[in-house]
């Protein structure tokens, strides 16, 4: 499984039709399929290319949710 480092991670925003990938608990999800996550921007309060393991603590939703998109790498 791919490691990505936060660095690596802060390029996958969703900026210029790019992939939108995001870190949760270790795990990075790649969440380009979801209209949600358009332009790498969730709700104006979350941006692609992070590490949102604490914003979900706050969610409204739990983060099993992103067990329904593909897991491409680890964050190291």
Do not use: I
């Amino acid at each position: 499984m791919r490691k990505f480092s936060l660095e690596e991670l802060k390029r996958f925003s969703g900026e210029n039709g790019g992939p939108v990938y995001l870190a949760c608990n270790g795990k990075v999800y790649d969440v380009s399929a979801s209209p949600l996550w358009e332009d790498g921007q969730h709700q104006e309060e979350h941006e692609a290319g992070m590490d949102l393991t604490a914003e979900m603590a706050g969610a409204p939703h739990e983060p099993d949710l992103l067990d329904d998109f593909p897991v491409v790498g680890e964050l190291e």
